[in-house]
């Protein structure tokens, strides 16, 4: 039981880390559409963030699963699931990094275009460090949010913790006994992602990006 168990929390980790990567590079993708002074793409952006968050992820993932082959895109539970959690947790890292940028004082700003410096220098240089001083925290806390949300998959045949457990379930009636097995290794797994990003914030702070806000 046990030992299933663990290999379900496995598959969990696997899954909520491809979410997360993906969908902090879909994010940082994103982000500059807001702001971009074309107005549609502003709209897209706007239009996208706002439909992704505002659906259940339930409703999400079935419309990925059973949605993608009635257009001829087939794919496997897995490779739905790390679509949905993809496009789900892209429109909340594309709000974390639009909040860090946000965060950045104008003063800070116009020191920085003071130097001279080129848009992409200006970017890696001044804008990218000040914004992961605000964007760390609630980063974090989408991370973990997706470790969670990854139970949801199993509404689509994803083998993870929790179907794992519902399975383990059947088989014995030992409800108590396994969901308690299943919420500590949750609570494990949510626990450190949060030092992990803790232990990011620290080394950071070492190297001058992060630290009191100014």
Not at 43 to 67: D, E, M, Q
Not at 76 to 89: E, F, K, M
Not at 128 to 146: K, S
Request: proline share 5%.
């Amino acid at each position: 039981m046990l030992q299933l168990l663990l290999i379900g929390a496995c598959y969990t980790l696997g899954l909520a880390v491809a979410g997360i990567t993906f969908g902090t590079v879909l994010g940082l993708l994103l982000t500059p559409l807001s702001f971009v002074r074309f107005r549609p793409l502003r709209a897209l952006y706007h239009v996208y963030v706002f439909f992704t968050r505002g659906t259940p992820l339930l409703v999400l993932a079935l419309l990925i699963f059973y949605g993608l082959p009635a257009l001829n895109f087939s794919q496997g539970p897995y490779v739905a699931g790390t679509i949905v959690l993809t496009i789900y947790s892209s429109a909340f890292f594309a709000e974390v990094f639009r909040g860090g940028v946000l965060a950045i004082q104008r003063t800070h700003l116009e020191s920085g275009r003071s130097l001279g410096l080129p848009p992409l220098a200006f970017l890696r240089r001044i804008i990218a460090p000040l914004a992961l001083r605000y964007a760390l925290p609630p980063y974090v806390n989408v991370c973990v949010m997706m470790v969670k949300a990854s139970s949801i998959l199993s509404i689509i045949s994803v083998w993870e913790l929790t179907l794992a457990a519902r399975e383990i379930i059947e088989r014995t009636l030992l409800v108590f006994t396994v969901l308690g097995i299943a919420a500590a290794l949750y609570f494990l797994m949510c626990f450190g992602v949060d030092r992990l990003g803790r232990l990011a914030e620290r080394y950071l702070m070492r190297r001058g990006f992060v630290g009191e806000h100014a």
